[in-house]
């Protein structure tokens, strides 16, 4: 089964005529497919390790134009962050057999972080320094100046929560057994009495997921995957204390990021932070239980996490 039902097919073949015709500085370069690759796009390797390429393939139409969104946004973000953001160093067009926008981006040393949700995880990473580096980079991000950025609408993350109600019910209702309902609805309407940041709010990455955040030497290093960048509620990059902190590494994430007593958040944000983690995951399940099943159950047990506190 396909991860999706309207999903593009992207080859070796597809990468290496688009670069050729577009960026032919790079059409020497041999071309690999990434084994690791997200919901959204297809990574393809250009030429060795040392090269230091990637192309990213969109895979789906909501995605399509991210590559043009990364080459305006990135650049300016990059330098008011403390860890690496690959910002495209060229944007591909479609073609007559390729119907997206793709991207070269700098390919990122380093590895994903290992889940530390996933039953015999081996951790590749430090929790103490990675909640106050992960903290920091959310206050970081957050305090660049909105003005002019993409303001986030329709149920993208960081708009109201309320926009999600319908949703969230309905893919807990089709998860049944998979999840403990009523908990699980009762920690999301404790998130949706949270009061809101005001509007347009301010910068957020919006899936700082482990798949989404490189490790090396134990400490992290880089910030990829920016598709759900934009303005908006800045409680939709609190997610990351429910799937990857615990006890006292969770709270020193949260007063880094800026959401304990005395922060600068609003006192609703860490509600809808949680919040978050329900509409990611809940919503999550019955997509992909069938298409990727060991992200579904990633995403049930980041849900568990949640609901427990």
Known sequence: MPLHDDEVTVTA??????????????????????RESGTDHQLFRLGD????????MPKIG???????????WLPRLAPHLPLRVPAPLAVGEPDDGYPFHWSVVPWVPGAAI???????????LDPAAAAADLGAFVTALRAVDPSGGPVKDGTGR?????????AVRRAAAESGDRLDGPAVLKAWDRALEAAADPVPGAWLHGDLMPGNLLVDGGRLTAVIDWGALGVGDPAA?????????????????????????????????????????????VIALPYYWDRWPAFARA????????VAG
């Open 299 to 306: 995403s049930q047990r980041r849900v568990a996490a949640a």
């Open 158 to 166: 960081g708009v109201p929560l309320s926009r999600l109600d319908d």
């Open 237 to 281: 990059d609190l997610p990351p204390a429910w799937w990857l902190f615990s006890g006292r590494d969770r709270d020193a994430f949260r007063e880094a990021a800026g959401a304990g007593p005395g922060g600068d958040l609003d006192d609703g944000a860490w509600a809808r932070g949680l919040g978050w983690v329900l509409v990611q995951g």
């Open 13 to 34: 073949d597809d990468v290496r005529r688009l670069v050729a015709a577009q960026h032919p500085q790079w059409a020497s370069l041999a071309v690999r497919p990434v």
């Open 114 to 124: 290992v889940d530390p949700l996933e039953p015999g995880a081996v951790p590749n």
């Open 62 to 72: 909501w995605a399509g134009e991210h590559a043009l969104a990364d080459a305006r």
């Open 49 to 56: 390790d040392d090269a230091g390429l990637v192309a990213r």
